[in-house]
């Protein structure tokens, strides 16, 4: 009797064939619509794409540090990571906040906490991206605050607000306000930046926690894509022209372990982007129709088990990346399945950022695997799954309705069951873990002090002795009125962190008019 043939699919389950002979009669040129090779003609010979190494831990002050150590090895833009506390928008010294402090990014409470985080780096100059979600707007606030402390123009600020709730409510559950309040806050700060800061993405749009959660890339292409198109239509009920503001949407995505499936990936939201754009919103832009996105290599792919097997993961994410056409990449870290990276951790992983944009050679020709059988036929298959996702989405009356419905969260936790039973089987092969085991060589980790805490309270209690506390709770209730209103809540936040109104009470202002979300199960 013949052995049964092994099938092989990737991650998402799209079947491989043995061979692939056809592929598209013209799939176009890097630059050109709809954009599928990438969205500059010449790509990385023209210029490389930003190294972003995403990092936070404890203080400001000691992330401030590690920021100028960044810079000066090389790193081409900053991305902050902030703690549980802040993501929460709690101010250090909640009661609900002990233990957490400084533990997974820096502790940011006021408008104090940002001068310190930027101190000495001219914001004028250095690209910023800012992970933070439900209390994104606050924290831009406060970013444009210091800007305009550094007499920087607005108009001269570069970078990208995270600021993508819907993804919270799919997958990573860190949310405040309840679905529509919150898409209000969002809508607000898109059109704050149409208005105001024409070079800053007020949003990226993040497939990275969705698949983190445990998607297919298949899913994590489909509801970032949507989640983006949910967007552009609160922005147009708002009364925003589409190309006023798409052009400054920008995505986030995650590269993993199959190198094709992901190259593929991101080609195929070129694509679906561009048709979408033209098609559904009919914007005349260019710009409008070229997706842009920053990716990060999977920090759910890292293993406790021998962590040096992760500088390879991590260099065959980056390259995937790279090849599939990102405009910023950050790499993972060795040690971040045990702890926040360590400086010999993340020296490592930004020089495999170097090494893969100086001695690869990758980034001689635009798309170079362009042409692929495999590849083109995977971007198709792939382009095709997703959209049928995205065509169930509109008939359930959008992402909104669709979360509401549990969808997207279901579809996710099955695809998640799926991949830890084939690991837990044998079924697919994860080295160190389920194949070649061995014992673990001890590695260097970073140590967050629990000084930093009290640290962190300290300067707080000082900071609301010295403020002027009738200017903050003037500005307070100017804000709470706002929010009552359909008035964009920008700058009253604005007004609100300059009097040093501290992280918390803003949030808690908006908390008393727009209430709490707490999500319901879905079976």
């Not at 990936?265 to 098609?279: L, T």
């Not at 910023?328 to 951790?345: G, I, K, M, R």
């Given at each position: 009797m013949k052995a049964a043939q092994r099938q092989f699919t990737t991650i998402s389950g799209v079947p491989i064939d043995p061979v692939y002979t056809e592929r598209p009669a013209d799939i176009?040129?890097?630059?050109?619509?709809?954009?599928?090779r990438g969205i500059h003609r010449d790509m990385y010979r023209g210029k490389l794409w930003t190294m972003r190494q995403f990092s936070g831990f404890a203080t400001p002050e000691e992330t401030n540090r590690r920021y100028h150590y960044l810079l000066q090895q090389g790193q081409t833009g900053l991305s902050v990571a902030f703690d549980l506390p802040t993501l929460m928008g709690y101010d250090a010294d909640h009661p609900m906040c002990e233990g957490e402090v400084g533990k997974c990014g820096a502790s940011v409470s006021s408008l104090e906490d940002m001068e310190i985080l930027f101190r000495g780096i001219p914001l004028g100059e250095v690209?910023?991206?800012?992970?933070?979600?439900?209390?994104?707007?606050?924290?831009?606030?406060?970013?444009?605050?210091?800007a305009g402390q550094q007499g920087?123009?607005?108009?001269?600020?570069?970078?990208?607000?995270?600021n993508d709730i819907l993804k919270e409510y799919i997958a990573q559950k860190e949310y405040i306000f309840p679905p529509k309040p919150s898409m209000r806050l969002v809508t607000d700060t898109i059109e704050f930046g149409a208005r105001h800061t024409p070079r800053f993405n007020p949003i990226s749009i993040s497939g990275y926690h969705i698949r983190e959660a445990g998607s297919t890339a298949v899913q994590e292409l489909a509801f970032t894509l949507r989640d983006g198109i949910e967007y552009v239509d609160w922005a147009l009920a708002r009364g925003l022209a589409i190309d006023d503001f798409a052009p400054r949407l920008s995505f986030f995505f995650n590269a993993?372990?199959?190198?094709?499936?992901?190259?593929?990936?991101?080609?195929?939201?070129?694509?679906?982007?561009?048709?979408?754009?033209?098609?559904?919103?009919?914007a005349k832009s260019d710009r409008s129709l070229k997706l842009r996105f920053h990716a990060q290599t999977a920090g759910c792919s890292l293993t406790w088990q021998q962590p040096n097997n992760n500088v390879v993961r991590t260099a065959l994410q980056a390259m995937a990346a790279v090849l599939g056409g990102a405009?910023?990449?950050?790499?993972?870290?060795?040690?971040?399945?045990?702890?926040?990276?360590?400086?010999?951790?993340?020296t490592i992983a930004l020089r495999t950022q170097q090494v893969l944009a100086y001695e690869s050679g990758v980034t001689a020709a635009p798309d170079p695997l362009g042409g692929s059988y495999f590849l083109e036929k995977l971007t198709t298959e792939t382009e095709e799954a997703a959209?049928?996702?995205?065509?169930?989405?509109?008939?359930?009356?959008?992402?909104v309705a669709a979360i509401e419905a549990g969808f997207p969260q279901t579809e996710i936790a099955a695809a998640s069951y799926r991949y830890q039973r084939e690991v837990e089987s044998g079924?697919?092969?994860?080295?160190?873990?389920?194949?070649?085991?061995?014992?673990?060589?001890?590695?260097?980790?970073?140590?967050?002090d629990e000084t930093s805490a009290a640290h962190q309270c300290a300067k707080l209690a000082a900071l609301r002795k010295r403020r002027d506390n009738g200017m903050v709770c003037r500005a307070l209730d100017a804000l709470r009125r706002a929010a009552e209103s359909t008035e964009n809540t920008m700058p009253f936040l604005?007004?609100?962190?300059?009097?040093?109104?501290?992280?918390?009470?803003?949030?808690?202002?908006?908390?008393?008019?727009?209430?709490?979300?707490q999500e319901t199960a879905h079976l």
């Open positions: 176009g040129l890097p630059g050109e619509f709809p954009y599928t690209t910023v991206s800012m992970t933070i979600n439900s209390p994104a707007a606050v924290l831009w606030a406060m970013y444009l605050a210091v920087v123009d607005f108009g001269r600020l570069s970078g990208t607000l995270q993993h372990s199959d190198f094709f499936e992901e190259i593929a990936k991101y080609r195929a939201a070129r694509r679906i982007w561009a048709y979408c754009m033209r098609d559904r919103y009919a405009q910023s990449l950050h790499t993972n870290s060795l040690d971040e399945a045990y702890a926040l990276p360590s400086e010999h951790a993340v959209g049928r996702y995205i065509r169930r989405i509109d008939e359930m009356g959008g992402m079924e697919r092969f994860i080295v160190g873990v389920n194949r070649f085991q061995s014992d673990d060589q001890p590695i260097e980790l970073l140590q967050i604005l007004d609100a962190v300059r009097t040093y109104a501290t992280l918390g009470e803003i949030c808690d202002c908006l908390r008393s008019v727009f209430g709490t979300y």
